[in-house]
């Protein structure tokens, strides 16, 4: 048995899967409990009894208002709860559960499991992304690292494709993944050149999948038998329940039929429909329509035509459905690569990553193919941000907050970003800054990480020194935030945690002396702050009832100043060029003006662009992560064409002018 287990999970909405290498280095499904492949993503409070997986799913029509379903739609919604029982349940809650079921089935095949790699969609956020390491973490892992699951995808295709090991490509390709999953629709443009993986752009909906085919067609069932019976069967959670598991066997029958019949019950009423390809292919038409929608947008946006595409690779369970494969063939003109398996792809190719990840310590050496290990250790892997990243600013014309993204969606990671602020007044004790990334389509809101709070600045430091911010994605997407007085050289390592949106960050008292931030305790090189004690998220064991959290919350270090957060000064946005204020739109008047970078529809590059730098790839990430009781009291921001108004209590985030 291997000491060290290299371990993929791919966390569906609907089904989940584990997998790990093994010691020939091929990827191996591991079945749960009752022999099953994929596990169903559900979970049943059965009063102090925890039920994953099948079980769960049968008994959702006799008692619905005791399962939770599709928790992964609600990943890093501080504002969701699932209420069980009088008790109330966090998706990370779920998806913890979950978590433990995949980890306890494949311990007692394989020994110990300490570290694994999650799959997640490419659009997730930064938020939701960490929602997912904490899940893991409270499931048992001591280390978690996520890859976007079409990535992991293209991995499995280009190493090694159901049991042949290692089967290179013969030359370098472009591949379209196509990730159609129970809840999200993933689409990624991934280059293929020899021993690596670059994704050159993603897009896709976090809200459309297997459940949105579904729903459509259960609301025609349920219109039809209410106009024959004159009685909504979609009122009543049992009746709703029975209705939805039918149409998913529907769903899959007409995957392989031309026809399928499924029974609607309730109030003593009962009819059998059948139903036909034709008709379920019109009922959702608005669907494929939008996934078609979206694949033109990527390739378009990113100005590209289908010549450039040379292969068009399909993944996810719904990526079965007839009318999705003929679209995607009559869209891009060519036969689809349909040779992965949809449902146990996505968690090979997590298990390639994680032994890539693995190389260098005592797994490599535990493989007995050397091929196989010299293979891994060679290969590399490159991912895109999905969502531009920046900081909000104030336009001092409208007064509302808006965005400044200074690393473009679809950029390559790891990147990093910089931008010298200014301070107000003379003597200021502090400087904040709100991080923020922008949503998944054009017209959608931006999301708030959290606040990146340097405090305290240096004494008597003159109105107008400069702070230079550094935002920076790793390979995983993660965002690192830090800060640096330039006048003193005094710096501020700030890292977002994401499981409750908080911020804890400290500044060192020397030039070269660095605080580290590990599970909410400040230690840096000589004392400033005390240490911070940081509540751990509502147990996943012993779930408690608890207030709906309704946003953020910031956490920082405590300091000697009992001067409330609100009364901060913010600093004043400089221009990386010449060092002028700049104006309203985060542009330079001194300077000339600057062609905008197009990137696409999901978000827009500032004209007064940040210094991007590019780090080789493979460069160590440093995120720690701290937990905290969930939050509450924050509203969720608005789109910034709607941003919203002053609150009490809140302070300006920048000041665009010289005025005081």
Same mark, same amino acid.
């Given at each position: 048995?291997?000491?060290t287990h290299a371990?993929?999970?791919?966390?569906?909405t609907?089904y989940?899967?584990?997998?790990?290498l093994n010691?020939?280095?091929?990827p191996?499904?591991?079945?749960?409990?009752?022999?099953?492949?994929?596990?169903p993503?559900?979970?049943?409070?059965d009063h102090?009894?925890?039920?994953?997986?099948t079980e769960a799913?049968?008994?959702s029509?006799?008692?619905p208002?005791?399962?939770v379903?599709?928790?992964?739609?609600?990943m890093g919604?501080p504002?969701?709860?699932?209420?069980?029982?009088?008790?109330?349940?966090?998706?990370?809650?779920i998806?913890?559960?979950?978590?433990?079921?995949l980890?306890?089935?494949a311990r007692e095949r394989?020994?110990?499991?300490?570290?694994?790699?999650?799959?997640?969609p490419?659009q997730?956020?930064d938020?939701?992304?960490q929602a997912?390491i904490?899940?893991?973490?409270?499931?048992? &892992?001591?280390?978690?690292?996520?890859i976007?699951?079409?990535?992991?995808?293209?991995?499995c295709f280009v190493?090694?494709?159901?049991g042949?090991?290692f089967?290179? &490509?013969a030359?370098a390709?472009t591949?379209?993944?196509?990730?159609?999953g129970?809840g999200?629709?993933?689409?990624?443009?991934?280059?293929?050149?020899?021993?690596?993986?670059?994704?050159?752009?993603s897009?896709?909906?976090?809200n459309?999948?297997g459940?949105?085919w579904?729903?459509?067609?259960e609301r025609?069932?349920?219109k039809?038998?209410?106009?024959?019976?004159?009685?909504?069967?979609?009122k009543?959670?049992?009746s709703?329940?029975?209705?939805?598991?039918?149409i998913?066997q529907?769903?899959r029958?007409l995957s392989?039929?031309p026809?399928?019949?499924?029974?609607?019950?309730?109030?003593g009423h009962?009819k059998t429909?059948?139903?036909?390809?034709?008709?379920?292919e019109?009922?959702?038409k608005?669907?494929?329509?939008?996934?078609?929608?979206?694949t033109?947008a990527l390739?378009k946006?990113n100005k590209?035509?289908w010549?450039?595409?040379?292969v068009v690779?399909?993944?996810?369970g719904?990526s079965?459905?007839?009318?999705?494969?003929?679209m995607?063939?009559?869209?891009s003109g060519r036969t &689809?690569?349909s040779?992965?398996s949809?449902?146990?792809?996505?968690?090979?190719g997590?298990?390639y990553?994680?032994?890539m990840l693995?190389?260098?310590?005592?797994?490599a050496k535990s493989?007995l193919s050397?091929?196989a290990?010299?293979r891994?250790?060679?290969?590399?892997q490159?991912?895109?941000?999905?969502?531009?990243?920046?900081? &909000?600013?104030?336009?001092?014309e409208s007064k509302q907050?808006?965005?400044?993204?200074?690393i473009?969606?679809?950029?390559?990671?790891?990147?990093?970003a910089?931008?010298?602020?200014?301070?107000?007044v003379?003597?200021q004790?502090?400087?904040?800054?709100?991080?923020?990334?922008?949503g998944?389509?054009?017209?959608?809101?931006?999301?708030?990480?959290?606040?990146?709070?340097v405090?305290?600045?240096p004494?008597?430091l003159?109105e107008g020194?400069?702070?230079?911010?550094?935002?920076r994605y790793?390979e995983?997407a993660?965002?690192?935030?830090s800060?640096?007085?330039?006048?003193t050289?005094q710096?501020?390592?700030?890292?977002?945690?994401?499981p409750e949106?908080?911020l804890v960050?400290?500044?060192s008292e020397?030039?070269?002396?660095?605080v580290?931030?590990?599970?909410?305790?400040v230690?840096?090189a000589?004392p400033?702050?005390?240490?911070v004690?940081?509540?751990?998220?509502?147990?996943?064991d012993?779930?408690?009832?608890?207030?709906?959290?309704?946003g953020?919350k910031?956490?920082?270090p405590?300091?000697?100043?009992?001067?409330?957060?609100?009364?901060s000064e913010?600093?004043i946005?400089?221009?990386?060029?010449c060092?002028?204020?700049?104006?309203?739109?985060g542009?330079c008047?001194?300077?000339?003006p600057?062609p905008?970078?197009?990137?696409s529809?999901?978000?827009?590059?500032?004209?007064?662009?940040p210094?991007t730098?590019?780090?080789p790839?493979g460069?160590?990430a440093?995120?720690?992560?701290t937990?905290?009781k969930?939050?509450s009291?924050t509203?969720?921001?608005?789109?910034?064409?709607?941003?919203?108004?002053d609150?009490?209590?809140?302070e300006?985030?920048?000041r665009?002018?010289?005025e005081?």
């Amino acid at each position: 048995m291997l000491p060290t287990h290299a371990v993929g999970i791919d966390l569906g909405t609907t089904y989940s899967c584990i997998a790990y290498l093994n010691e020939h280095g091929e990827p191996v499904t591991i079945p749960n409990h009752d022999g099953e492949l994929s596990t169903p993503s559900v979970v049943m409070f059965d009063h102090d009894q925890v039920i994953v997986g099948t079980e769960a799913l049968r008994n959702s029509i006799r008692s619905p208002d005791r399962v939770v379903m599709h928790a992964k739609r609600y990943m890093g919604d501080p504002q969701h709860r699932f209420q069980v029982g009088g008790r109330s349940y966090s998706p990370t809650d779920i998806s913890t559960y979950i978590l433990k079921q995949l980890l306890s089935d494949a311990r007692e095949r394989i020994g110990a499991i300490e570290r694994a790699v999650i799959t997640v969609p490419a659009q997730f956020s930064d938020r939701q992304r960490q929602a997912t390491i904490d899940a893991g973490k409270r499931a048992g &892992l001591k280390h978690v690292d996520v890859i976007n699951e079409p990535v992991a995808a293209a991995l499995c295709f280009v190493l090694g494709k159901e049991g042949i090991w290692f089967t290179e &490509l013969a030359t370098a390709q472009t591949i379209m993944v196509v990730d159609l999953g129970g809840g999200t629709f993933d689409l990624s443009l991934v280059k293929y050149e020899q021993n690596s993986v670059r994704v050159i752009a993603s897009g896709g909906d976090l809200n459309l999948g297997g459940l949105d085919w579904n729903a459509a067609l259960e609301r025609s069932i349920a219109k039809q038998f209410q106009k024959e019976f004159q009685v909504d069967p979609l009122k009543d959670r049992e009746s709703r329940q029975a209705l939805s598991m039918e149409i998913e066997q529907v769903k899959r029958s007409l995957s392989v039929r031309p026809k399928a019949a499924l029974t609607c019950a309730h109030a003593g009423h009962r009819k059998t429909y059948q139903i036909e390809v034709e008709q379920f292919e019109r009922i959702a038409k608005p669907l494929v329509d939008r996934t078609q929608d979206l694949t033109r947008a990527l390739l378009k946006d990113n100005k590209m035509g289908w010549a450039h595409v040379d292969v068009v690779l399909t993944t996810g369970g719904s990526s079965r459905m007839p009318m999705i494969r003929s679209m995607l063939k009559s869209l891009s003109g060519r036969t &689809l690569n349909s040779s992965l398996s949809p449902d146990q792809s996505i968690a090979h190719g997590a298990t390639y990553y994680a032994g890539m990840l693995l190389t260098n310590n005592a797994f490599a050496k535990s493989i007995l193919s050397e091929t196989a290990a010299a293979r891994l250790r060679q290969f590399k892997q490159q991912s895109a941000n999905a969502r531009a990243l920046g900081i &909000l600013v104030r336009d001092m014309e409208s007064k509302q907050r808006v965005p400044h993204y200074l690393i473009p969606a679809n950029t390559q990671l790891p990147t990093e970003a910089k931008q010298t602020v200014g301070t107000v007044v003379a003597n200021q004790k502090r400087a904040h800054l709100y991080v923020v990334e922008s949503g998944t389509a054009a017209d959608s809101q931006f999301v708030e990480l959290g606040a990146c709070l340097v405090e305290p600045l240096p004494a008597d430091l003159p109105e107008g020194s400069v702070i230079e911010v550094t935002i920076r994605y790793d390979e995983q997407a993660t965002v690192h935030v830090s800060a640096k007085v330039l006048q003193t050289g005094q710096t501020a390592q700030t890292t977002i945690v994401r499981p409750e949106n908080l911020l804890v960050s400290a500044i060192s008292e020397g030039k070269n002396e660095d605080v580290s931030v590990i599970t909410g305790a400040v230690t840096p090189a000589k004392p400033v702050f005390s240490p911070v004690k940081v509540e751990p998220l509502s147990s996943a064991d012993n779930p408690v009832s608890v207030p709906v959290a309704t946003g953020p919350k910031v956490v920082r270090p405590l300091s000697n100043s009992h001067d409330d957060l609100d009364s901060s000064e913010a600093p004043i946005p400089l221009c990386n060029d010449c060092g002028e204020p700049l104006d309203a739109r985060g542009r330079c008047p001194a300077c000339p003006p600057k062609p905008v970078r197009s990137t696409s529809s999901r978000s827009m590059a500032t004209e007064a662009g940040p210094k991007t730098t590019k780090k080789p790839t493979g460069s160590p990430a440093t995120a720690s992560h701290t937990k905290s009781k969930p939050a509450s009291g924050t509203k969720s921001p608005q789109a910034a064409s709607k941003s919203k108004s002053d609150e009490p209590g809140r302070e300006e985030f920048f000041r665009f002018t010289n005025e005081e």
